[in-house]
């Protein structure tokens, strides 16, 4: 199915149109660059240093979201704070397209109808092992885990070899 949406995708003849941004690029550099080139900690939430030892605000979201102060060494700071950096020539976006926070369930729920993709059920119960009983597909055609519908992406013979490559997964 995949590779016969594929197929027809491939012969579309898109025509893409992008308006120029109404500030300019200097505008779009600048939105963009809050968001991609962003450190793990605002120097408005750094409160002081003393005494090796650095005082910062926080949010507590168990709690309502209330804003807290935090003390920490000096070592232990930094320990933390270079946990949010990533190597060089990495680039931090989260997430973009039909994943960006604010479309992201109804940009989901097109791309589920495009693919012609039934829609999950948020609130429906989660299915424990033992009663996966209720689902009518055949038991070779379940997960044995929440009872859901298995999709076969290939099947090998014994001591035959998958094709090369068997999954390109581009994300």
């Known amino acids: 199915t995949f590779n016969r949406k594929l197929a027809e995708v491939r012969r579309v003849d898109w025509v893409v149109y992008a308006k120029p941004p109404f500030g300019g690029p200097r505008q779009v550099l600048a939105y963009l660059?809050?968001?991609?080139?962003?450190?793990?900690?605002?120097?408005?939430?750094?409160?002081?240093?003393t005494d090796d030892r650095v005082a910062f605000r926080w949010r507590d979201y168990r709690h309502g979201g209330r804003t807290k102060i935090m003390t920490l060494d000096a070592h232990e700071f930094i320990r933390r704070f270079l946990l949010h950096t990533l190597p060089g020539s990495f680039h931090r976006i989260r997430h973009y397209g039909f994943l960006a926070n604010r479309h992201r369930a109804a940009r989901i729920e097109l791309c589920r109808k495009l693919l012609a993709s039934p829609i999950q059920q948020a609130d429906a119960p989660k299915v424990e092992c033992d009663a996966v009983t209720a689902v009518s597909l055949p038991v070779a055609r379940r997960c044995p885990c929440c009872g859901g519908p298995m999709v076969t992406l290939g099947i090998w013979r014994c001591g035959q070899a998958p094709t090369s490559p068997f999954w390109n997964d581009t994300s």
């Not at 660059?33 to 240093?49: D, F, K």
């Open 33 to 49: 660059g809050r968001y991609t080139h962003r450190v793990a900690i605002a120097s408005s939430r750094l409160i002081s240093m």
